[in-house]
C-alpha cells in the first residue's frame, strides 16, 4: 500500500484542490500505455475513464474528492465507470457491497457515506456482516433483502466481471487508486503525481482521445 508520508502532505493535497499544474506529464512516467488496448462500454464518441477503487483504501480515499469534483466539472461526453478492485480475496466484500448498493438504488448515497464510514468514523467493515449492518443502520434497508441481493446471480455476475477487468489492466502491478481512460492509458497513485493531480493527468488523456476521434463522431 502507498504511504501518505506526513501530515503536511496530506494538508497540501487537501489544500491544493482541482487547480492547473504546471507540470509536463509524460509517457511512462505520469502514465502508461495499455497493451494491448482494451475494449470499453461507451458508445461511439464518448470517452470512457473507470476508477478502480477499494473502500478500505486510504489512497482511494484520498483521491475520492478530487474525483468528485472532476465528475462534477468533465465534459459531457466522458463516461465515468467506478469499478471496485478485488486483487486479494478479502477485498470481494466491498465489491459486493458496491454492487449491492447499485442494486438496492443507493449507490448515489452511500458511495461516499461507504468512505466516510470507514476512513472518518473509523467503522471497521470488510465481511458481509458489517456491510450489512451499516445499510440497515444508515440507509433502513431490510436485512432479508440486502442479503438476497448480496448473493444474488446479478452481483456474482457483476463481481466476476469486475475481477477480470482488474486482471486485464494489470492492476496487481499498480494497486489502487488506478484511473483508466479509454482502455488505453492508466495513472494513478503510483504515477509520480499527488492526488490532486490525478485527475488532470486524465485530464490531458481525455483531450488526447477526443482530438483523436474522428470528425464525425465529436
Not at 13 to 21: K, R, V, W
Not at 84 to 98: F, G, K, N, S, V
Not at 167 to 193: C, Q
Amino acid at each position: 500500500m502507498r504511504l501518505i508520508t506526513s501530515l503536511a502532505s496530506l494538508l497540501l493535497l487537501a489544500a491544493s484542490g482541482i487547480a492547473a499544474a504546471d507540470t509536463t506529464y509524460k509517457l511512462g512516467v505520469n502514465y502508461q500505455a495499455v497493451l494491448p488496448a482494451q475494449p470499453v462500454s461507451t458508445n461511439p464518441g464518448q470517452v470512457e475513464v473507470i476508477d478502480f477503487f477499494w473502500y478500505n483504501c486510504p489512497h482511494c480515499n484520498a483521491l475520492e474528492p478530487y474525483l468528485e469534483a472532476w465528475e462534477r466539472s468533465k465534459p459531457a461526453n466522458v463516461v465515468l465507470r467506478r469499478v471496485p478492485a478485488i486483487l486479494q480475496p478479502d477485498w470481494e466484500p466491498a465489491a459486493r457491497a458496491y454492487y449491492t448498493s447499485e442494486a438496492l438504488g443507493l449507490l448515489d448515497k452511500s458511495h461516499k457515506a461507504t468512505f466516510d464510514e470507514i476512513h472518518q468514523n473509523h467503522d471497521v467493515m470488510q465481511t458481509e456482516a458489517d456491510f450489512e449492518r451499516f445499510f440497515v443502520k444508515q440507509y433502513g434497508v431490510d436485512p432479508k433483502k440486502f442479503e438476497s441481493i448480496w448473493n444474488s446471480p446479478e452481483v456474482d455476475a457483476k463481481v466476476g466481471q469486475a475481477a477480470v477487468l482488474a486482471e486485464r489492466y494489470g492492476l496487481m502491478a499498480f494497486g489502487v487508486p488506478t484511473v483508466v481512460v479509454n482502455g488505453k492509458w492508466l495513472t494513478g497513485g503510483d504515477f509520480g503525481v499527488p492526488y490532486s493531480q490525478i485527475m488532470l493527468v486524465v485530464n490531458v488523456l481525455v483531450a488526447q482521445e477526443q482530438a483523436a476521434m474522428p470528425a464525425a463522431a465529436k
